[in-house]
């Protein structure tokens, strides 16, 4: 294949991409408001951590892996049982799993609400049922799995702020669940959007939400050091 012909598959390569993503990025433009009910930071280093699904978790572990006070992230399945934690069985949608990445963070630099305003703002759109883009499934859900009354609250009060202000065109449809369980993906999913830059979907779908990232966020956006 000549030079201008692997050119020219490559950019139809990344056109395809580009309309199959369409609707894959957040849904703001800007920084959505801090939430107005958070918890405090903690006056000692510590390690807690979150549960979010926003579609493919390749996504939004770039996201979260690259922000300040965040200790570790793990792309993994949450909603379902543990015996369908697979990603061939979570594909058919039929387990009640939805991609997820637990992020594990210190307390003393970052707050839950700090993430959730990440989480919104940046990570994925929160008005779109079942889907983020090209991907279409309950599997691509928008939920977060809280773990405790003080994220739940929190939670539920963000995503009232948010719709009582019309944030959004349409209304926030995340859900708002307790974690029952959650199960780490493959080894071949974590840090995919880093280990595969050059794939198609990660340019276009996935490296814009760093970018967004870095530019909404410059305070507390780090580069990936690695695992």
């Known amino acids: 294949m000549t030079h201008a012909a692997s050119l020219r598959s ?10 199959l993503c369409t609707g894959c990025h957040a849904a703001a433009r800007t920084p959505v408001p801090p939430a107005a009910q958070d918890a405090t930071l903690a ?35 949450a909603g379902g049982s543990a015996d369908t934690a697979t ?53 691509y859900r928008s939920a977060i799995f809280f773990d405790g009354p003080e994220q739940s609250r929190i939670a539920r009060a963000y995503i009232a702020q948010l ?29 995919y959007a880093d280990l595969n830059p050059g794939n198609p979907y990660i340019q276009v779908c996935d490296r814009p939400k760093v970018e967004a990232l870095k530019q ?3 305070e507390l956006f780090q580069e990936y050091k690695g695992k």
């Open 43 to 77: 006056s000692a280093p510590g390690r807690q951590t979150a549960v979010f699904a926003g579609g493919c978790f390749w996504g939004t572990q770039s996201v979260f892996e690259r922000v300040k006070g965040v200790l570790a992230t793990t792309a993994g399945y």
């Open 10 to 19: 490559l950019l139809s390569s990344l056109l395809l991409a580009s309309a």
């Open 87 to 139: 990603y061939p069985q979570v594909t058919t949608e039929t387990t009640g799993h939805a991609e997820s990445v637990r992020v594990a963070y210190d307390p003393s630099k970052i707050t839950y609400g700090q993430l959730l305003r990440i989480f919104f703002s940046v990570a994925h759109d929160p008005t779109q049922l079942n889907r983020q883009g090209p991907d279409v499934g309950t599997s």
């Open 163 to 191: 719709d009582a202000a019309h944030v959004f065109p349409s209304r926030i449809v995340t859900q708002v669940v307790p974690l029952q369980g959650f199960y780490d993906a493959e080894d071949y999913h974590q840090h």
């Open 216 to 218: 909404q966020f410059p």
